[in-house]
């Protein structure tokens, strides 16, 4: 028996599932506050409302309390990310790499490929 | 059995109660992403009305799973009755859409039958999200205590995973 909800439309994908993590954790804003080494709460809140971006130090410090990749704690900020790069990285494939040789342009090529197809990260943050 | 989904289906349950309304947010495959209940005082509508419009804005919800009051046997209090139907008239102005599952359909689909309590049911579910639900469970309802209002958030979670796994 299959299930098919094609009549909705797909919703984006949130930008963090920091709430999720710090629920599951029972942890307060305050105590993650602390943690991140933060002086205010509400910092927390409007990170997790999605209303500011954390900063690298605090989404590494993130990884580090919740125990999951940056890129599982933030898969929507990722995906555009990621987005952005391969476009980027399509046009840098278009490019002649003069003045290279050979070997170095055709690692270059290889590399940019390997970002081109790279697969979005599904979620997997559900264990 | 195999489910076919757009990759992301956004659920949001509220199930309304006379504390207060718990809610639910869950995504396809059963994750769960937003939960906890609001307890109103004073005009507790527009308080809950206002969480619930808190709520859309950030998760932007594909559908709202709610509990059907209108149904033979219901005993829902006409304050909750009116506040659902408030949350109903929300959602079609945010063009959202509305599924609502009677108690019994929770109870068919989550146990072999559907003559199990909601607090059955909260066990279920106690035990399908034991990091996020599992140590939130309220001992079970007597006759001489109120009941628990995290029940209320074991509700809108029954209304979302059932809304998921219907897949209607």
Same mark, same amino acid.
């Given at each position: ?31 993650? %506050? ?26 590494? %410090? ?26 980027? %990285? ?38 | ?63 709202? %799973? ?18 659902? @139907? ?27 039958? @559907? ?36 029940? @209320? ?16």
């Amino acid at each position: 028996m299959e299930f098919i909800h094609t009549h909705f439309m797909a919703s984006k994908q949130l930008p963090n599932y920091l709430l999720s993590y710090r629920k599951r954790s029972a942890l307060s804003q305050g105590e993650v %506050a602390f943690l991140l080494g933060i002086r205010s709460g509400s910092k927390i809140s409007h990170y997790e409302r999605f209303k500011r971006e954390p900063g690298l130090q605090t989404a590494l %410090a993130y990884e580090a309390i919740y125990q999951k990749p940056v890129s599982e704690l933030f898969p929507g900020l990722f995906e555009k990310i990621q987005r952005e790069v391969k476009a980027r %990285a399509k046009i840098l494939e278009h490019r002649t790499f003069s003045g290279n040789m050979i070997q170095v342009a055709t690692r270059k090529r290889k590399a940019l490929a390997t970002i081109v197809s790279a697969e979005a990260k599904s979620q997997s943050t559900q264990s | 059995m195999k489910k076919l989904c757009p990759k992301h289906i956004r659920v949001l349950g509220i199930a309304a109660s006379w504390q207060g309304i718990g809610f639910a947010v869950m995504e396809n495959e059963s994750r769960l992403v937003d939960w906890g209940s609001k307890r109103g005082n004073g005009d507790k509508n527009a308080r809950c009305l206002s969480h619930v419009g808190n709520l859309v804005a950030q998760y932007a919800p594909n559908v709202i %799973a709610l509990e059907s009051t209108r149904l033979e046997g219901s005993r829902r209090h006409l304050r909750v009755q009116s506040l659902i @139907d408030q949350i109903v008239r929300m959602a079609e102005e945010e063009k959202i859409k509305v599924k609502r599952f009677s108690r019994k359909e929770l109870s068919a689909g989550f146990l072999s039958n @559907d003559e199990g309590t909601k607090h059955d049911v909260a066990l279920h579910l106690a035990a399908r999200f034991p990091e996020e639900l599992g140590f939130r469970l309220p001992r079970k309802h007597t006759l001489l205590v109120n009941e628990d209002c995290r029940m @209320d958030m074991f509700d809108a979670v029954a209304l979302a995973e059932h809304f998921l796994r219907s897949g209607e």
